[in-house]
């Protein structure tokens, strides 16, 4: 036999096998099968971030000036296609006009989006501002229980230093 039957004969000889994998196929298994039961032992459970509670009055971040273009563009692309329903081709076309524009034709757009920033920015203070004096409240009471607490504590010790004496 030449080499190229004796490979086909070999390799056949391995699909007839249980379960039919090739020798780099059952490498790749062991080796995954050894990561998987490392971390196992080692009581490893995959990472997922917690997920943060947000806050519903926190005010939202402003467009950028592609996103107040394309708030004007899909109104525009509706009116001229009223049978397209696909949101992909919306967005294909109107990343192609945001490149097809001059700096002088964005310009309105980007002088849209600092106002919206500007604005987000006051309201961004005043949330701050009130949550701020909100957690200052709730840490002042909690400093006074607390204070309250080692008051009586520490008038139980004086207490007791002078019955000993």
Do not use: C
């Not at 592609?66 to 009116?79: A, L, T």
């Not at 009223?82 to 757009?109: C, F, I, Q, R, T």
Request: proline content about 4%; cysteine-free.
């Amino acid at each position: 036999m030449d080499r190229l039957s004796q490979h086909l004969v070999s390799f056949s000889a391995g699909l007839a096998m249980k379960g039919g994998k090739s020798k780099a196929e059952s490498k790749t298994d062991a080796r995954l099968k050894t990561k998987g039961a490392a971390t196992e032992r080692a009581g490893k459970k995959p990472s997922r971030k917690a997920k943060v509670a947000k806050d519903p009055n926190k005010p939202k971040r402003p467009p950028s000036a592609f996103f107040v273009f394309m708030e004007d563009f899909r109104q525009q692309y509706k009116e001229k296609n009223p049978n397209n329903k696909s949101v992909a081709v919306v967005g294909k076309a109107g990343g192609d006009k945001w490149k097809s524009l001059s700096d002088a034709e964005k310009a309105p757009y980007i002088e849209k989006a600092n106002k919206r920033k500007e604005e987000y920015f006051k309201k961004l203070l005043s949330y701050n501002k009130k949550s701020n004096e909100t957690t200052k409240s709730a840490e002042d009471e909690s400093d006074k229980s607390k204070s309250e607490v080692n008051d009586d504590e520490d008038n139980e010790d004086e207490s007791e230093m002078e019955d000993d004496d």
